[in-house]
C-alpha cells in the first residue's frame, strides 16, 4: 500500500455527522411542535402576537419550503452518518429552501419588520436575536453543505 487510502473515513466525520444530526433534530423538534401546539408553543418560545399571526397566515408553499429546509437537514445528516453522497445535494436544497424562506420574510412580505421583537416578560420589547439566529442558522447550513461537498470530492462518502 502506498500513500493514504482516498475513501479512509476520518474522525471528524462522525463529529460533524453527529453535530449536524442533533443540530438538525432540534429543528426537526421546532417544526413539528410549532404543527402541532401552534400558538401556544410559540408563545412560550417568545414570539410575539404579530409573529404568531405571520405563521398562521403563512402560504403553504412557505409551510412546504420550511419543511423542506428542516427535513431536508435532517436526511442530510442521516445520509452524512452513513457516508452517502446524497448527503450533498440534499444539504444544498435545505439550504436553498432555508434562504428562499429568509428572501420571502424579508424581501417579499412585510413580515421582517415585525421579526425584530420578542416576548419578555410579557411586553413586546427590540431584540437582534432573531438576526443573530438567522446568522448563525445559515452558517450552520452552509457549514454542512459545504462538509459533505468536501467529503464528497475526496470519496468519502459513496
Known amino acids: 500500500m502506498t500513500g493514504l487510502n482516498k475513501s479512509a473515513v476520518p474522525w471528524h466525520l462522525w463529529v460533524v455527522g453527529v ?3 442533533l443540530w438538525n433534530a432540534y429543528g426537526g423538534y421546532d417544526y413539528t411542535m410549532s ?3 401552534g400558538a401556544t408553543y410559540m408563545a412560550a418560545s417568545g414570539m410575539t402576537p404579530d409573529q404568531i399571526a405571520y405563521y398562521d397566515t403563512m402560504p403553504v408553499w412557505m409551510t412546504a419550503v420550511w419543511a423542506i429546509g428542516v427535513w431536508g437537514g435532517v436526511l442530510g445528516s442521516l445520509l452524512l452518518l452513513m ?4 448527503a450533498f445535494p440534499v444539504f444544498a436544497v435545505s439550504f436553498g429552501a432555508f434562504l428562499l424562506s429568509l428572501l420571502y420574510v424579508y424581501g417579499l412580505s412585510d413580515s421582517g419588520k415585525m421579526m425584530g421583537f420578542m416576548m419578555k416578560d410579557g411586553v413586546k420589547v427590540a ?3 432573531i438576526i443573530i439566529m438567522n446568522v448563525v442558522i445559515a452558517a450552520g447550513c452552509a457549514f454542512f453543505t459545504w462538509y459533505a461537498w468536501a467529503m464528497s470530492k475526496k470519496g468519502v462518502l459513496r
Open 35 to 37: 404543527m402541532t401546539q
Open 83 to 86: 457516508r452517502n453522497k446524497l
Open 19 to 21: 453535530i449536524a444530526v
Open 127 to 129: 431584540s437582534s436575536m
